[in-house]
Structures are given as C-alpha cells and as structure tokens.
C-alpha cells in the first residue's frame, strides 16, 4: 500500500511558513535550514491532513494559536540548540 502524496503533516506548512515569514533563506544555508527543519519537526506533535481547506475550514482559531505558539517555540530551541552544537 502506498500512502497518498497528499497526506502531510501540517505542521511542515505552518514551519515553511514561519522560516519564510523570519526570511531564513536569506540568514541561512540550505543544509542548516535542512537540519533546522528536522530539529523543530521533531520536538512538535503530527498533525496529518490530506487537504489545506480541512484545516481552513474546521481547525477552531484557539487551536490555530496554540499550534503557532509551539511552532515559535519549537523553533526558538532549535535555533538555540544549533547555534551551541554548531560545527564549523
């Protein structure tokens, strides 16, 4: 069986969307954002969706906050955790 190349986790967009927001391609290289990506995705729940209009339309707006609130986190650390283990 092969899982749908529709299905994601939404929380990939809402980070794409926040390094794009903090212009990170300008800050950053393609393999830090890469590690970056992996470094916040791992510290957040899943959150699979097939279609963006699901969650437009049913995510309640309190729910919205709280899952942008862990992405700042997420990424707050994981920057902080970069810059310490940064080889280079």
Do not use: G, W
């Amino acid at each position: 069986m092969k899982i749908s190349d529709d299905i994601h986790n939404y929380y990939e967009k809402l980070v794409m969307q926040h390094f794009a927001a903090a212009k990170f391609d300008d800050k950053y290289d393609v393999d830090f954002i890469a590690d970056l990506t992996c470094v916040v995705l791992n510290q957040l729940p899943t959150r699979y969706i097939r279609h963006e209009v699901d969650m437009a339309f049913y995510l309640p707006p309190s729910e919205r906050f709280d899952m942008e609130s862990k992405v700042k986190k997420a990424i707050a650390k994981a920057l902080a955790f970069m810059d310490v283990n940064r080889t280079s």
